[in-house]
């Protein structure tokens, strides 16, 4: 039987068993050196990563619809899961926006397509960034990290023939972590690379 070409990326199975490069090394490489480095008395107390969000934000979907479906097939392309069209919750004129029109696009990443997706972002998507020189480490106070992109068109998935139009976004790590420190550490370990800090 033919593949059906252009098939969506959520629909492409992978092998029974698998396990992510990214998931693996957390068990036998992460969780050690985490236990290790705060003095953890159990592997149980060693922070994981829970679940990655990305939302996008499209500027001009109040005056065309269309765009903002544009960005949800890029979002599920680039992530390998169908993204929701997210909407307005009040009317604000300013903007002419009105409640319940289509504002934006999200998805929420978990287990595998999170380690996927995570393992494409450190050792492929931010290496093409212009002149980069790390992220910022600033955490949200409560164990989680959002990392602001100006532009989609750093992953390989985006065809740069189609003109895309560019827009940001945001991806936010969620984690068990009670502190911010640990968090940071967790994340480190993962490959993020947060700029290094001037002593």
């Known amino acids: 039987m033919a593949k059906k070409k252009n098939a969506p990326a959520e629909v492409q199975a992978l092998p029974k068993g698998y396990v992510p490069t ?20 159990t592997v149980m107390q060693a922070p ?6 990305i939302n996008e934000g499209v500027g001009d ?7 903002v479906e544009e960005a949800a097939e890029e979002l599920s392309l680039i992530v390998g899961q169908k993204a929701v069209i997210t909407a307005s ?8 926006l009105r409640k319940k029109m289509p504002i934006g696009t999200k998805v929420t990443l978990r287990d595998v397509k999170m380690y996927e ?3 494409r972002l450190i050792r492929v998507s931010l290496p093409r960034i212009r002149d980069f020189n790390g992220i910022s480490e600033k955490m949200d106070g409560q164990g989680n990290y959002t990392l602001g992109l100006k532009e989609q068109i750093i992953f390989p998935e985006i065809d740069m023939d189609k003109n895309p139009k560019i827009h940001g976004m945001e991806i936010t790590f969620v984690t068990t972590a009670k502190t911010d420190e ?17 002593k």
């Open 22 to 41: 990214l998931k693996k090394e957390y068990r036998e490489r992460i969780v050690p050196a985490l236990v290790k480095q705060f003095s953890y008395t």
């Open 61 to 67: 979907a109040t005056q065309d619809k269309k765009l």
């Open 182 to 198: 640990e968090a940071h550490a967790l994340l480190k370990e993962f490959g993020l690379p947060f700029k290094k800090q001037n």
């Open 48 to 53: 994981k990563l829970v679940k990655i969000t």
């Open 89 to 96: 919750k009040k009317d604000v004129s300013n903007f002419k």
């Open 117 to 119: 997706f995570l393992e």
